[in-house]
């Protein structure tokens, strides 16, 4: 009903910046009850792990690892999520990708790890690499 696709990924310096971007598209009365958007990222060898969520009213929450780098936005007119990565390191290597439920965004657990939570729409990911 709702398909994701990620864009702007990339090779990047340490240091540097790069900005993600992901588009919905599909059923329009799905994409409109969209709640939950997010971030997750997944490096090799490792878990993925969640970066950051935005709900639709505009609220946040990010991996604790990475406030004050990234920031999450999203445009719910255009259907648009966004990741503005700044100060990358090399350990921000990953695949990212991006996922969107109808529900609210999970809470953190005594504000470290959010609750498990199973988005429902997945992007196929876009890539970043961050070279020392």
């Known amino acids: 009903q709702v398909q994701l696709v990620e864009s702007g990924g990339g090779s990047v310096q340490a240091g540097g910046s790069l900005r993600v971007s992901c588009a919905a598209s599909g059923y329009t009365y799905s994409i409109y009850y969209l709640g939950c958007m997010g971030w997750f990222r997944q490096a090799p060898g490792k878990e993925r792990e969640g970066v950051a969520f935005i709900n639709r009213d505009g609220t946040t929450s990010y991996a604790d690892s990475l406030k004050g780098r990234f920031t999450i936005s999203r445009d719910n007119a255009e259907n648009t999520l966004d990741l503005q990565m700044n100060s990358l390191k090399p350990e921000d290597t990953a695949m990212y990708y991006c996922?969107?439920?109808?529900?609210?965004?999970?809470?953190?657990?005594?504000?470290?790890?959010?609750?498990?939570?199973?988005?429902?729409?997945w992007g196929q990911g876009t890539q970043v690499t961050v070279s020392s």
């Open positions: 996922a969107a439920d109808s529900r609210f965004c999970p809470a953190k657990i005594d504000g470290g790890t959010w609750y498990p939570f199973d988005f429902r729409y």
